[in-house]
């Protein structure tokens, strides 16, 4: 970084504001065009600014702690699938590097103020929001907000600041510094992962508001729109096959995957479909009954726990006939969300949007509930109390299994009868964690340390790696994911790397070092680790080319080969190869790993997973019988792939120096270059 940083060619702004929340002052900095080409944006610009300004050993909900709000680099700038944002700060869940992306339309607001990214520090006394537009940036007083939800909170500061200010801020979750808590934006939708809504109350920050006008420069503006449409054309390719073949097809996949009996390489025109018509919910009943979702507290299966018939009641249709309207992110092309509206059941609500699979998992599956009323209404209340709802569904079936066990008795659940599929007191519990009241309190930290307060031998039932909760995909069906869960600088990921998503992406198309990365992930062969490790690598290392860009990961699995470095040139004026870009995006998986080195952490040796993760025991029956996933095996293979030290987790010199990263060498090897 330098003060005189050259003239952005386009894309980027070079700038970035720092916030002390504890003096108040605002500085801004400028960035010049090589640190974009070392680090492009998003993601990219929050793990530089983090390792070289964030203490070792900062307490995550202390002041030292920073919390960043970065966009893409492709942000407004006329390509599709990219109005992502990126938060960033140490994770208070993991004691690790955290960062969560989020889309809606706060992402191109921020970015139209004239900034990259934001990044706060220290503590405010009272609380505070930002405001920022074109030509202001200002903190204001936040005491009226306190205690709204975060589709209050939202409602207020529009009406305050015009209707085009778009909003990230917290909830009552984030303000009682829950570790399971996400910082929302656009009326319920989340940054959700890893607690970083705590940090963001920690510092008595309540809302980021967002007004700007002004459009980033483009180098080529016609070479951007030109590859826009070319995507577009492709997008739309076999909309007729779609339209004719995809029902049956949809239904053969089904009956295909249900008995687990192998792993089917999913066409990426089906998956668009099911994502245009369902959005994510079309995944429920499929994934249930194929192996993919886990079952009451992942010691289940579909074929013994929950029929088809349940899964159903909770699946793609049954959501959908809710669907008043389709929502889409800013400049998304493909539309997979909605917004529902139900009359019915003992909860009316006007309107939210409908639950990912995630959600209807993790309080469907997961805790055996086939009350699609009940998810309905705990969609709500997490979307709105700020909450990560892939945790809290993992801390409610923690809750679950223990009263199943004895473990908590009716004098510590308050009278609540904590039975599988008791869809009322699951959304009365869920009621009690976000206010953090009764068990509720002791629940909100997620179950890592619920486990650890309780004792009782009630850490047999807390499913997490590395304290975050497991997310809604098993990798006893899917092992590829489980260096997703485990070896990640973010534990318990499911949208980084996993072998159904090289099979959609097809990256062997796009970088030379992934030309022998199509797998054919048949039964026998996906769970042999040999050689996984590479392929797997290079999916992290394009997950963050696709969070540098600030895209959504969907525009990657749809089978039209999104033209992510294309567009980057083209907005950018440079003139890099998609190779040159794989190494860039792989600098910023190794910072962020370096991250977690420098703060005494080996992913292998502090995410390591539950057992049900991994089948230790192996189940008897279902999708999973007789299933063990080796995680050494493939995380080895995986180390190996990024020249990590399987016992330090250190990156090897050479390695690091290969890719310019000489200032991780001298803090992690103590100056030691060669
Ligand atoms: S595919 Fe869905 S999540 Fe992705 S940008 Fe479009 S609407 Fe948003």
């Known amino acids: 970084m330098t003060e005189n940083a050259e003239k952005a060619g386009g894309g980027y702004w070079g700038k970035i504001l720092h916030v002390n929340l504890t003096s108040g002052e605002i500085t801004p900095e400028t960035l010049d065009d090589p640190f974009y080409r070392k680090y492009l944006g998003g993601v990219g610009i929050g793990a530089k600014v983090l390792w070289d300004r964030m203490k070792p050993g900062a307490d995550p909900l202390g002041p030292d702690n920073i919390l960043g709000f970065t966009t893409g680099l492709l942000t407004d700038t006329g390509s599709l699938f990219t109005g992502r944002f990126t938060v960033v700060a140490k994770s208070p869940a993991s004691g690790g590097w955290g960062d969560a992306n989020c889309g809606g339309y706060f992402s191109p607001a921020l970015k139209r103020c004239g900034v990259d990214a934001l990044f706060f520090r220290g503590k405010s006394l009272k609380p505070v929001y930002l405001f920022m537009d074109q030509n202001t940036v200002e903190l204001k007083g936040a005491g009226h907000l306190w205690d709204l939800d975060t589709v209050k909170t939202e409602d207020t500061l529009r009406e305050m600041h015009g209707k085009r200010a778009q909003v990230a801020c917290i909830g009552p979750a984030g303000e009682k510094l829950s570790l399971m808590a996400g910082i929302s934006t656009d009326r319920g939708r989340l940054a959700a992962r890893g607690g970083l809504g705590a940090v963001m109350g920690s510092k008595n920050l309540k809302a980021v508001v967002a007004a700007g006008t002004r459009r980033v420069a483009v180098a080529d503006k016609a070479a951007v729109k030109a590859l826009s449409g070319a995507f577009r054309k492709r997008l739309d390719r076999g909309k007729y096959i779609e339209r004719f073949l995809g029902d049956t097809l949809f239904g053969m996949v089904g009956r295909m995957t249900r008995p687990g009996l192998f792993y089917m390489r999913q066409p990426a025109f089906l998956w668009r479909k099911m994502l245009k018509k369902f959005g994510t919910a079309a995944l429920t009943a499929l994934s249930a009954e ?68 995630e959600t209807l998992c993790a309080f469907g599956s997961l805790l055996l509930n086939d009350d699609i009323f009940s998810i309905f209404h705990i969609n709500d209340l997490v979307n709105r109390g700020g909450m990560d709802s892939i945790s809290c569904g993992g801390v409610v079936a923690f809750a679950i299994e223990c009263f199943e066990e004895g473990i908590l008795t009716l004098e510590d659940t308050g009278g609540l009868e904590l039975r ?3 869809s009322e007191a699951i959304v009365q519990l869920v009621e009690g964690i976000i206010r953090r ?8 930290d997620g179950v890592k340390r619920a486990a650890e307060r309780i004792g009782r031998g009630s850490e047999k039932f807390a499913v997490h790696c590395g304290g975050v909760e497991a997310p809604m995909h098993d990798p006893r069906f899917d092992p590829g994911i489980m260096v997703s869960y485990v070896c990640e600088p973010t534990p318990g990921r499911h949208t980084i790397a996993s072998f159904q998503y090289l099979d959609l992406q097809e990256l062997h198309k796009k970088f030379s070092r992934a030309a022998k990365a199509s797998l054919i992930t048949f039964r026998k062969k996906r769970f042999d680790p040999r050689g996984k490790g590479e392929q797997l690598s290079i999916e992290s290392f394009y997950k963050m080319l696709v969070d540098c860009a600030g895209a959504c990961f969907f525009g990657t699995q749809v089978g039209a080969e999104l033209p992510l470095c294309e567009w980057m040139n083209a907005a950018t004026g440079w003139d890099l190869t998609n190779d040159d870009y794989l190494v860039i995006a792989e600098r910023v998986h190794q910072l962020r790993h370096a991250f977690n080195v420098r703060e005494g952490l080996n992913p292998i040796r502090d995410f390591r997973p539950h057992g049900r993760l991994h089948g230790d025991p192996p189940q008897k029956e279902g999708p999973a019988r007789n299933v063990t996933v080796d995680v050494d095996a493939i995380g080895k293979s995986y180390y190996e792939a990024m020249h990590w030290d399987f016992i330090t987790g250190q990156a090897d010199r050479a390695h690091l120096k290969k890719l310019g990263l000489e200032d991780v060498i001298q803090q992690l090897h103590h100056g030691t270059e060669s």
């Open 290 to 357: 194929g192996g993919d979702s886990p079952i009451k507290n992942w010691g289940g299966s579909g074929l013994r726990n929950f029929s088809l018939e349940k899964s159903q009641k909770i699946g793609a249709e049954s959501v959908v006939q809710f669907e008043e309207k389709k929502y889409g992110c800013y400049s998304c092309p493909l539309r997979c969300g909605g917004i529902v509206g139900i009359q019915q059941g003992p909860h009316v609500i006007k309107e939210m949007h409908k639950p990912e699979y």
């Open 437 to 444: 009241e009764g068990l509720g309190d002791l629940l909100a």
């Open 420 to 422: 599988w599929g008791n």
